[in-house]
């Protein structure tokens, strides 16, 4: 089974502040992918990242970047001097070699207050 | 690029009464997919097609519940009678499953349908 947990259900902060999303994820799976994608109030989901279980290294975007760790099962996301645009609800997803479909985390609502 | 295209964008409707749902995946996408989203249970997945052949349709609560894609380039998901739970957002979304030799899980998504059943 895969399983994705977003502790976190919601985070405020100022323009500015840098903040961070947890997500931890459970799978049987040796490889696997794992993503990010954003949903602003306008309702769609927005693809974000995708990574390869085999690739760990960090990767970084603009303001935005990523930490995943294999050894806690983690795979964090920064933003960087948040700003009022970055207001949207966050969701973690996980796809296993053995599934052909993502599961999705409950997702962590972000505000960012000017 | 039209991006995925759903409708209605809302719909509210009473108990008992049928609902369909709308989608136009973006062109060219091999697959589809019928997610289902509420504070209480997140995002859900109800059912995905592969090239307008259903996959798995393990995630469709109830027989009240039926998915169609009768071409490329369509697909409704019925709610038939519907129901004050059933009330939530419907998204659709589409992905090329093979892009330049491997898989490829970026979805597409919809703005969604917001159902309220009263």
């Known amino acids: 089974a895969q399983k994705v947990t977003q502790a976190q259900t919601e985070i405020s902060v100022v323009e500015k502040e840098d903040v961070t999303?947890?997500?931890v994820?459970?799978?049987r799976d040796t490889t696997y992918y794992l993503f990010w994608y954003k949903q602003p109030p306008s309702g769609e989901l927005v693809f974000l990242i995708r990574r390869n279980s085999f690739d760990e290294q960090n990767e970084i975007s603009g303001r935005?970047?990523?930490n995943f760790q294999k050894s806690t099962s983690s795979f964090n996301f920064t933003i960087t001097a948040s700003q009022v645009v970055d207001s949207a609800v966050y969701f973690c997803a996980l796809r296993g070699i053995l599934y052909s479909t993502l599961t999705f985390g409950k997702g962590t609502m972000l505000l960012v207050s000017p | 690029?039209?991006?995925v295209i759903q409708s209605p964008r809302h719909e509210v409707t009473e108990?008992?009464?049928?609902?369909?749902l709308r989608c136009k995946p973006i062109s060219g996408h091999d697959y589809l997919f019928w997610y289902r989203q509420t504070m209480m249970r997140g995002l859900e997945l109800l059912i995905y097609f592969n090239n307008n052949v259903p996959i798995d349709d393990s995630?469709?609560?109830e027989d009240r519940f039926s998915a169609k894609m009768p071409n490329a380039s369509f697909s409704t998901l019925k709610i038939q009678p519907s129901e004050p739970r059933d009330s939530a957002v419907y998204f659709c979304a589409s992905s090329l499953g093979r892009d330049r030799g491997r898989t490829n899980e970026k979805l597409f998504f919809g703005s969604g349908t917001q159902l309220s059943v009263l």
């Open chain 1, 21 to 23: 999303l947890d997500c």
């Open chain 1, 25 to 27: 994820y459970e799978t």
């Open chain 1, 64 to 66: 935005y970047s990523w």
């Open chain 2, 1 to 3: 690029d039209a991006g």
């Open chain 2, 15 to 20: 108990m008992g009464q049928e609902v369909t």
């Open chain 2, 59 to 61: 995630g469709m609560p």
